[in-house]
Structure formats: C-alpha cells, structure tokens
C-alpha cells in the first residue's frame, strides 16, 4: 500500500473519532491502517491524537461535553487492544526501569498509558503508579524501585506545580541527582520544563522514547 493510503485512512480514523462513531466501526478504519503497514508510532501519533485533539477542540468551544470525553477515553482503551499485538519488541533485554504516573489533581491517563506501551516495547520497565499520584509517592516508589527514570504526565495547566514539588521531595530525600526526570503531556511545554528544572520534555511518547533511550546508553 502507498503513503498516500495510509495518509488517507489515518484522516478517515481521525475524523472518526472527532465525530465519536462507533468502536467497532474505528476499529476496522485501525486494522485497515494496519494492513496498510502503517507503523503503531504513526497511527498514534498522525490518526489517534489528531481526532482527541479535535475532540478537545469541540469541547472547547461547547460543542461536547464530558461525557463525550468520557466516550474518547474509551475510544481509545479499545483501540489500544486492536494495536498492542502490531508493536514491534524492538529490544528484549531487561532496561532500565521508568516510574510513571500521572500528577496529583490530575486524572487523565490515555497518553501516559501510550507513551508506557511504547516503552514497554523498547526493552524498558514501567512501574506505573497510575493516575492523581501523591508527589511523596512518586519519591518513595523511586527508593523502592530503584528507579532510573521518573516519567510525569500532566495535562491540566492547573496542575503543572505537582511537577515542581515532585522535584522538591527528590531533592530534599537526597535522590534527584540519582534519577533523570522526564514530563509529557498537554500541558507541558519544553519552556516549562527548562524553567522547572526537569531533566526533558516530549511533546509525543515517541520523542520521550528516543530521550530515554539516549539515557539509556550512558
Ligand atoms: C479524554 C480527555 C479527558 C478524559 C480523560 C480520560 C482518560 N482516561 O485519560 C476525562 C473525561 C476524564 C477528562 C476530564 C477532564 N478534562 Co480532559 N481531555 C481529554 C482530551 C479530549 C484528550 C486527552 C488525551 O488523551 N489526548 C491524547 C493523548 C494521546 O495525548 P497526550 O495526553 O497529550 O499524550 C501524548 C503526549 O503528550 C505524550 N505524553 C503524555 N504523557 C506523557 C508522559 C511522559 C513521561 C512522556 C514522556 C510523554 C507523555 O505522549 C502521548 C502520545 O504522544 C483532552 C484534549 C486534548 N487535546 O488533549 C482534554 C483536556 C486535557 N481536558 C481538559 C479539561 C479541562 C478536563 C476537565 C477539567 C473537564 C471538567 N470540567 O471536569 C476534567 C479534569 C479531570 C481531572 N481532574 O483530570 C482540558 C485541559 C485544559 C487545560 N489546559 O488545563 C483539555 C485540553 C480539553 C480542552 N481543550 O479544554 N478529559
């Protein structure tokens, strides 16, 4: 199959979740995109968050309302299950591990659950700590785990200070210096971080990725 198809069934899956049809039927539009040997990175990334992003875009301007926002979220549950099995196990060797979860106040899990999978995937361990995680957790999990990498996911503009006490608690438990911390999410931008003094952020799981491997090497 061409780019040019897959071009095409990534804007029909787009649009499809932008209008909130039914699971089955954006199913089969995902299987099509698979056989079209499209990678799961570029389903994600140019189908699956282009139609949450419109999503968000309609909810913004009155158009949804939560429960439509509900329905993505599930949406985007079923469409993991049909994409899980095309990932590809690029390296089987036990890596570091990443303590992931999303900040305290915050619920929202889709793109940190993505950005888990494709770790997952690049040979890494995911201990996930979930949603609306207590800052003391996240330092407490990095002493148990033995963690290397903390991810935080952050969506909502109102709770990006969890990041900072988050960095406070590691500091003041003598551990920041021991672990490379990376945000993601809607609300992160790479300003934001550099003012907060985190280690990265990703604008996509795919990037944060390619950051923690780089990491990885050293
Ligand atoms: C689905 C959704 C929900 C669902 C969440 C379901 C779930 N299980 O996650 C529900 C209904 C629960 C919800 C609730 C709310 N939501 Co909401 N939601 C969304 C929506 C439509 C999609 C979010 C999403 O999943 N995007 C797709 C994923 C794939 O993208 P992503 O999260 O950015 O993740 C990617 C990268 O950022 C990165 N990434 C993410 N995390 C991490 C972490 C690391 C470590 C790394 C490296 C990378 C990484 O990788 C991902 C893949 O590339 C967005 C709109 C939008 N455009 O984002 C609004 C949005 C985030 N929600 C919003 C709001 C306001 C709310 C509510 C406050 C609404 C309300 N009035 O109650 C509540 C808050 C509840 C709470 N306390 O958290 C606003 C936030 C505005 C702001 N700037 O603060 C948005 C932007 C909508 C809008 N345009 O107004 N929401």
Not at 31 to 44: N, Q, Y
Not at 100 to 111: Q, Y
Request: with cysteine; net charge negative.
């Amino acid at each position: 199959m061409t780019e040019k198809n897959s071009a095409s069934t990534f804007d029909e899956i787009a649009k499809s979740i932008s209008d909130l049809e039914e699971i089955d039927k954006i199913k089969i539009l995902v299987k099509k995109a698979v056989d079209e040997k499209a990678t799961v990175a570029e389903i994600i990334e140019k189908a699956l968050k282009k139609g949450l992003d419109d999503v968000g875009s309609r909810y913004e301007k009155g158009e949804y309302f939560l429960s439509e926002l509900l329905y993505a979220g599930e949406i985007m549950s079923n469409l993991f299950d049909v994409l899980k099995p095309h990932m590809k196990q690029e390296d089987l060797e036990a890596g570091d591990t990443i303590l992931l979860g999303t900040v305290r106040g915050d619920l929202h899990d889709i793109g940190k659950n993505i950005f888990a999978m494709i770790a997952q995937f690049s040979g890494f361990k995911i201990h996930d700590l979930g949603v609306d995680v207590d800052p003391k957790t996240f330092a407490e999990e990095t002493e148990k785990t033995g963690a290397r990498i903390i991810g935080m996911s952050t969506l909502l503009t109102s709770t990006l200070p969890e990041v900072k006490t988050v960095l406070d608690l590691l500091k003041e438990a003598g551990l920041r210096e021991k672990v490379k911390v990376i945000i993601g999410g809607n609300a992160v931008t790479k300003q934001f971080a550099e003012e907060v003094g985190v280690d990265a952020a990703a604008l996509d799981a795919v990037e944060g990725i390619e950051i923690c491997k780089g990491w990885k090497m050293k």
